[in-house]
Structures are given as structure tokens and as C-alpha cells.
């Protein structure tokens, strides 16, 4: 969980791949995939989520009411995908802050192509994708040219994107959307998951197969763990990068257009002024889920479990009725708290033989 | 001077709405989009409003930030919470339809207070100020202070473009400009904030103030952040009309470095609308023929009303809030709820 800190010489740091096993300190009394799964990030998000929803469901009666956990589900669903749009090119080694602007940009397309242009839902949120993979690859194709890092060509493009697509709406928004398509967005199933949930954790699945299983996932793996042994591996890190972050571009245009399927309309606000309301749940869930800001490791399922921690711990404060101020630090507070009791569990672990 | 306001407009509204009636089951959340000083004003109308109509509570839940998302997130915690009547300030007018729509799904009674919803939407219907016509208002008051419009030159500062009254707010200058013969030489949006007011205001006055004869503000920062570059410098030629009842603004009202402000009624939205959602949940249903205005979002408008107050008004500006809200208040059952 705490990866953020733990700085590595280059040349340890190289292929960091999901898969790979922690240091041993020492003999180990548990067998090996019980260490790895004791010491993993995910195994503590996990247990973090079921503490904190122990905690909540015992102080606030409405927590697991069948409303709250379907409100709940539908957030983390939009607030995860917004995570693995920041992830896929945390991996690179590099950042893409212009995540929300990407997902304004996408949802405000596919609104015009299923209102303006008359198009079928289905074909709308393909179009749109399309473009948000082209907006995407844009980005990487100005680092790999300009040879900038990724946070300078983001944070430009950031508001290029937003200026432009503010200037062709002319803040305008999109509403007359096929009732099926708005309808999915606020569908319950069973009355409490909603099929943005589902979405998300098939996208999830999606995602860990392309890292674990498909050479462009490796390769993007290993382009991010040190850019030049893989170039001299026979990887074009040039194209990884632009592929990337074409991918970093799909996704934050998904989580665009299921926020366009939520509130049923895509409006120009989605996301706030030039998209930066998506900066912290995009960085949020990689940094907690374990992923690398240093690239090489990517972290599908902590991801996942980072962002919905967040999600739970947002809406146990509000119900706890915390005061609307408090709400930014306490959730600080418990976040850094999170990151000591994960601390602390692999300290007891390593003091006890354990590992 | 804000207690002032508050304190004076409960006093004379307790009075107006008479004995207590039995305790109800209503519990209203007042929802704006975001923290904004102008929302403060329906903390005192919820509490008031409860203790005058025995409501079982009526709170003022602020989102911990502007953003749609976390207002979403907080309304729909608050149905968690037991919240039956919502009077929300749209974070956007369409985007917030969505939300309201499944708030009234849950069998709760939503009204947007303050900003409206683009209609379609399950609002019951919007209150709040006819901005187009506050600005129109303000800037026909600044070209009169002007001394007539014919050639002079105006600057407009006002709020985030994604919020659609903005678009609403600059037309009407521009039309109020244009008919009196003078230019809107620069508009600077997206200011509703203190660092980026501070950045572009400060950095067009130090570059053109002597090419400008008025200005004219339509949110709340922006008139804060005008008022005091205005008394940095010092020489008074420039007019300026505001908006709200900012201390600041207020102040320089009075020392002559502002001519006036417009001033909205968010208390009594906070209060009028609280006593009309617990009338509808009561079983009160809104008037078929109910005399609403029309904006450019809805056809459910009802004005909260707004004023000039100038440097012989701004210090009994309360009496002509607290006469806006009881003319209101007292015609309101009667002119928008079949009871």
C-alpha cells in the first residue's frame, strides 16, 4: 500500500512485474502463498474495507441499507475506472493528468452522436471511444516526439482538450439520450448492484489478463521498469507509451460516458473545471492498490480495492454525518491511518518470524 | 451585519407565519453546490424555518467541495439519512436532474433553490433570482450612475462558464449595454474563486483601468475582489455595481469606492422553500395554474426577488430583503399550493 515511498536503486527496480514475490527476511512458518498473500497490498485494502464496513455498518443503521449500497457500488464503479485510466500509464512511468478533460471530452461526444447525429447507443459509446483512444494516443505521440515527461504534455493538453471541446458545446449539454442507455446507468439489480459495478469489474478482468497474459502487457511492463534495457530488448517503448496511454483514453472515456448513463445526461461540468475534479480518485486508487508511480508495476485488483476503500470511507463520513468540512481531513486521516496499520501489519509479520 | 439580516428577517417572519402547527415528520436538507458564502444565509432559514413550522428538522448540508460528484454523493446519503424534502442548488442544470429525479423516486419532495434545473425534471419547481434580470437591472444602474450610457466602456466580471446562468448573466449586460449605447469592452468569466479573481481582475485594472468607465459584477467573488482593487486605486472615476451582501463590498458601498450592489434573498428561499416542502409532504399539491415565471431553464420559476441598494439604501438594505420575503411569504400558500 505504501509503495509510494519505497524507493529502489534502478537497477532492482527493472521488471517489478504484478506477479513477482516479496523479499524474505527470514524463515517462514506459513507456506509461501500465504506470506505472499499476507504481505500483498490487496490483502490489506481488503481487510481495511471489511474493518471499515464493520465499523460503519455498527454506527450508522442506513449504511447497509439497500439504497446506500447500490449508491455506493455505482460511485466506486465510475471512481475504479477513473483509477485504471491513471494506472495504465502509471505503469509507463508516466502521468496522465489530463484524464478528466479526456473523459469530459468522450462523454460530451458521445452525447452529440446519440442526440445530434441520431446514431444507436451502442455505436454512440464506440464513436466516442474511438475518439477518446485518439485523444489519448495524441498525448503519447507528443511525449514520444517532444521527448517531454508526460506531466508537462498532460497538463497542457489538460486544457487544450477542455478549451476545445468547451468552445464546440459552447458549454452546452446533451440530454435527449435513448432512454435505454440513461436507464442502464440507474438500473438496480437484485435492488442493490448496479450494472455500472459489473462493467467495471469485467473491465477489471479485462485489464489483469492484459498485463499477466498478452505481450503488450508485459512489454508495457517492461518499458515502465527501465525504458532503456527494454529497448535494447527489442521493445519500442515509443509505442508502448502511445499505446498506453490511447488505453489511459478508452478508459477515462468509459468512466466518461457511465457518468453520462448515471446522471443521464453528459453535460460539461462532469468532471469540473478542465477535468481536475478526476485527479484525486485517479490517483488514489493505483498509489493505494500498490502500483508504482515509478512505473514497472501495475496493480489491477489493489487498484480496484484502493478506489473503492476511498468510495467506503467518503460515504461512512457522510452518514456519520462528520461535519461537511471535516469530512476532506478526517478522510485524510483515515487514509493515512490505512497506510499505518498496513505498515504495522508487515512489521508484525517481519518481527515474528512470519515471513 | 449578515446576523443583522438574519436576525431581523426571522424576527419579522415569526410573526408572520403564526403559531407552531403540530410537530411533522419533515425533514428538509437545504444542498448547495458547493462552500459559497452566499449559501450561508439558509443555515438561519433552515433552523428557523423548523422552529416555526415544527419541522422534525431542516439542515444545511454543504458538499466538502464543488464538485457534482460529491454533491450526488452527499444527496444520496442524506436519503440514507432519513431526509424527506431536499431543496438542492443544481451543481449543474441538467447534470442534477438525474439525481433529483431518483430523490423524488424515493418518495421525497426536491425543489431547486437558488438555481434551476433544465425542465424536464421532478422538481417540483425553481426558486431563486432572476439573474438575467439582476444583471440587466445592475447594469442599466451602473450606466445611470455613468450618466447615461451613450459611448461609455464596461468591463463584466462574473462566474464559471459551465454554470448556465453565467451565459444568462453576460447576455443581459450585453443587451442593457447595447440599448443604452455603451460597450462591453471585456468580459472575464470563470472567476467565482478568490485566487483566480484576484489574478485577472488585479492584472486587467493594473493593464486598462484608464480605458474603462464602469464595471459591472455578477458573482459573489468577483465583486469582493473588484471592490477592493477599486479602493487600492483610490480615485473613484471608475463606477462599479456589484452583487450580494458581502461585508467587503458592503463597506466600500458606503466610502463611495462601489455605487451599488445587487442584493438576492437566499434567507428567504431557505425559509419559503422549507415551508412549502413540508406543505407538500403534508399533502398540499402545487397549483395547476400556479403563476410561474420562465427562464431559460424552466418553466417553474418563482423569483425570490432582488434590489438595487445604493449608499443611501445599504444601510437599510435588511427592511427591503425583509419586505421582499414577507410579500412573498404571505401570498405564497395562496398563490402556488392548492392546501
Redesign the interface.
Known amino acids: 500500500m505504501n509503495n509510494v515511498s519505497s524507493t529502489q536503486p534502478p537497477t532492482s527496480d527493472a521488471m517489478r512485474l504484478e506477479d513477482e514475490s516479496p523479499p524474505r527476511t527470514g524463515s517462514s512458518r506459513l507456506g509461501p502463498q500465504l506470506t505472499r498473500l499476507l504481505l500483498s497490498n490487496e490483502f490489506g485494502l481488503l481487510a481495511l474495507i471489511i474493518l471499515f464496513s464493520v465499523i460503519f455498518a455498527l454506527a ?1 443503521p ?2 447497509t ?1 439497500s ?2 449500497l447500490f ?1 455506493m457500488g455505482r ?1 466506486a464503479a ?1 471512481n475504479i475506472i477513473i483509477g485504471f485510466s491513471m494506472m495504465v500509464v502509471i505503469v509507463s512511468g508516466g502521468l496522465n493528468l489530463s484524464v478528466g478533460s479526456i473523459g469530459v471530452c468522450v462523454a460530451m461526444a458521445g452525447g452529440w452522436l446519440m442526440q445530434v447525429a441520431g446514431v444507436p447507443w451502442y455505436l454512440g459509446v464506440v464513436g466516442a471511444l474511438v475518439l477518446g483512444a485518439m485523444i489519448g494516443a495524441l498525448n503519447g505521440i507528443m511525449i514520444v516526439k517532444t521527448g517531454l515527461h508526460s506531466f508537462i504534455i498532460t497538463l497542457a493538453t489538460m486544457s487544450i482538450f477542455f478549451g476545445v471541446m ?1 468552445f464546440l458545446t459552447q ?1 452546452g ?1 446533451f ?1 435527449e439520450l435513448p432512454p435505454e442507455y ?1 436507464q442502464f ?2 438500473m438496480k439489480i437484485n435492488g442493490v448492484v448496479s450494472p455500472l459495478l459489473i462493467v467495471t469489474l469485467l473491465i477489471g478482468v479485462v485489464l489483469s489478463v492484459f498485463f499477466r497474459l498478452t505481450t503488450s502487457g508485459r512489454r508495457l511492463l517492461a518499458a515502465g521498469a527501465n525504458p532503456d534495457a527494454a529497448e535494447l530488448s527489442g521493445i519500442r517503448v515509443d509505442r508502448t507509451i502511445i499505446l498506453c496511454h490511447a488505453l489511459s483514453g478508452v478508459l477515462a472515456g468509459i468512466a466518461g460516458l457511465m ?1 453520462v448513463s ?4 453528459a ?4 468532471a ?2 478542465l477535468g481536475q ?1 478526476w485527479l484525486l480518485p485517479a490517483f488514489l486508487g493505483p498509489v493505494l492498490g500498490g502500483t508504482l508511480l515509478t512505473g514497472g508495476r501495475a496493480s489491477v485488483l489493489g487498484t480496484l480495492l484502493g478506489a473503492f476503500l476511498v468510495t467506503l470511507l ?2 461512512g463520513l ?2 456519520l ?1 462528520v461535519g ?2 471535516w ?2 481531513t478526517c478522510l485524510g486521516l483515515l487514509l493515512l491511518a490505512a497506510v499505518l496499520i498496513d505498515l504495522s501489519r508487515r512489521t508484525y509479520l517481519a518481527r515474528h518470524n512470519l515471513i | 451585519m449578515i446576523r443583522k439580516v438574519l436576525l431581523g428577517t426571522c424576527m419579522s417572519l415569526v410573526a408572520l407565519a403564526g403559531p407552531v402547527s403540530a410537530d411533522s415528520s419533515t425533514k428538509v436538507a437545504l444542498v448547495p453546490g458547493g ?1 459559497h458564502p452566499y449559501f450561508t444565509a439558509w443555515e438561519q432559514a433552515g433552523m428557523d424555518a423548523a422552529k416555526d413550522f415544527g419541522l422534525a428538522s431542516a439542515d444545511y ?9 460529491a454533491q ?3 444527496l ?2 442524506l ?4 431526509y424527506n424534502a431536499f431543496l438542492v442548488f443544481p ?2 442544470p ?6 433529483v ?2 430523490l423524488v423516486g ?1 418518495g421525497a419532495v426536491a425543489m431547486a433553490l437558488a438555481g434551476c434545473l ?1 425542465d424536464p425534471s421532478e422538481a417540483v419547481f425553481c426558486m431563486g433570482t432572476d439573474t438575467g434580470n439582476s444583471a440587466y437591472l445592475g447594469t442599466q444602474q451602473l450606466l445611470k450612475s455613468l450618466g447615461g450610457g451613450e459611448g461609455r466602456k464596461i468591463a463584466h466580471f462574473t462566474g ?5 446562468n453565467t ?1 444568462l448573466r453576460i447576455d443581459a449586460v450585453e443587451q442593457a449595454a447595447t440599448e443604452a449605447g455603451a460597450e462591453v469592452i471585456q468580459v472575464i468569466a ?1 472567476i467565482d474563486a478568490p485566487e483566480p479573481a484576484e489574478e485577472k481582475i488585479n492584472a486587467y485594472l493594473a493593464a486598462h483601468a484608464d480605458e474603462v468607465d464602469g464595471i459591472i459584477t455578477t458573482a459573489w467573488v468577483p465583486a469582493v475582489v473588484a471592490a477592493n482593487a477599486l479602493r487600492k486605486i483610490g480615485d473613484k472615476r471608475i463606477q462599479m455595481v456589484g452583487i450580494d451582501h458581502d461585508e467587503v463590498l458592503l463597506q466600500a458601498v458606503k466610502d463611495g469606492f462601489v455605487h451599488g450592489t445587487m442584493l438576492q434573498n437566499p434567507y428567504g428561499q431557505g425559509y419559503i422553500g422549507s415551508f412549502a416542502a413540508n406543505k407538500l409532504r403534508e399533502g398540499c399539491t402545487v397549483k395547476a395554474d400556479a403563476p410561474f415565471k420562465s427562464n431559460a431553464l424552466t418553466d417553474k420559476f418563482i423569483d425570490s426577488g432582488t434590489v438595487f441598494a445604493g449608499i443611501d439604501d445599504v444601510d437599510d438594505y435588511v427592511t427591503s430583503m425583509q419586505s421582499i420575503t414577507k410579500t412573498l411569504f404571505e401570498s405564497f400558500e395562496s398563490t402556488y399550493l392548492d392546501c
Open positions: 450508522t442506513g449504511f441499507s439504497f446506500s449508491a460511485t465510475v468547451i458549454a449539454s440530454r440513461v446507468g440507474r457518468l448515471r446522471t443521464g445526461a453535460i460539461p461540468s462532469m469540473g473545471q475534479d467518503t460515504t457522510l452518514l454525518q461537511a468540512f469530512v476532506q | 462552500p448540508k454543504v458538499p466538502q467541495k464543488w464538485e457534482l460528484g450526488n454523493q452527499l444520496e446519503s436519503v440514507t439519512q432519513g451543481g449543474d441538467v447534470g442534477t436532474v438525474g439525481i429525479d431518483e424515493t433544465r464559471f462558464l459551465v454554470d448556465a451565459k470563470d
